[in-house]
Structures are given as structure tokens and as C-alpha cells.
Nanobody, 115 residues
Framework: QVQFVESGGGLVQPGGSLRLSCAASGIIFSFYDMGWYRQAPGKQRELVAAITRIGITNYGDFVKGRFTISRDNAENTVTLQMNSLKPEDTAVYYC?????????WGQGTQVTVSS
């Protein structure tokens, strides 16, 4: 059974930082491209950052150098370091694992950026 344990969300002031982590089980982690997506109320889910099996990264246009995604295949974890957070970054953030014909989602973690 595939499971993700997401952690690190919470309330932060504008300009602050958060570090999201996703620990995966039930999959051969190194076989999957991993990503973080987010969904704000009334909006579609969008890509925040992704990292392929071989470590190639891709970011949403809105990131503009503020976030960094990384993975640890030995620990089956993917991490998203978020700096210079803005109120518009407020959303539920979801961990994703994907490979051809397979796509798995975490339960989401809330990130709120507010003063």
C-alpha cells in the first residue's frame, strides 16, 4: 500500500521560510519522479516543483528561485525548501509520485502565509 507522510506545513509570516517533507512507503522510491503541487481555494492544482529519478528539477514559473526541491533515495523522502514566502503561496501542498501509468498523491499539508 502506497503511503505518504507529509510534514512541515503551518503558518508563517510573509518573507519567512518553511521546509516541507514527504516520506514515502509502499513504492520503490528511486523508480519515481517526485513532485510538490499546490491548490488554493477556488483554483486548480498546479505544479510547484518536481525532481526526476535522476535528479533533474523543474519549477513553476511563480517560484522564481525561492524554492528548492531535493530527494533522498536512501531515506525515501522528497523535500521542498521554501524561502521568501508570499501571501499568494497560501495553499494546500501535495506530494506526488509518478511514473508511466502510475500516479500517487499525499493527503496534503496546509501552508498559510499571513501576518
Amino acid at each position: 500500500q502506497v503511503q505518504f507522510v507529509e510534514s512541515g506545513g503551518g503558518l508563517v509570516q510573509p518573507g519567512g521560510s518553511l521546509r516541507l517533507s514527504c516520506a514515502a512507503s509502499g513504492i520503490i522510491f528511486s523508480f519515481y519522479d517526485m513532485g510538490w503541487y499546490r491548490q488554493a481555494p477556488g483554483k486548480q492544482r498546479e505544479l510547484v516543483a518536481a525532481i526526476t529519478r535522476i535528479g533533474i528539477t523543474n519549477y513553476g514559473d511563480f517560484v522564481k528561485g525561492r524554492f528548492t526541491i531535493s530527494r533522498d533515495n536512501a531515506e525515501n523522502t522528497v523535500t521542498l525548501q521554501m524561502n521568501s514566502l508570499k501571501p499568494e503561496d497560501t495553499a494546500v501542498y501535495y506530494c506526488n509520485a509518478a511514473r508511466p501509468f502510475e500516479n500517487y498523491w499525499g493527503q496534503g499539508t496546509q501552508v498559510t502565509v499571513s501576518s
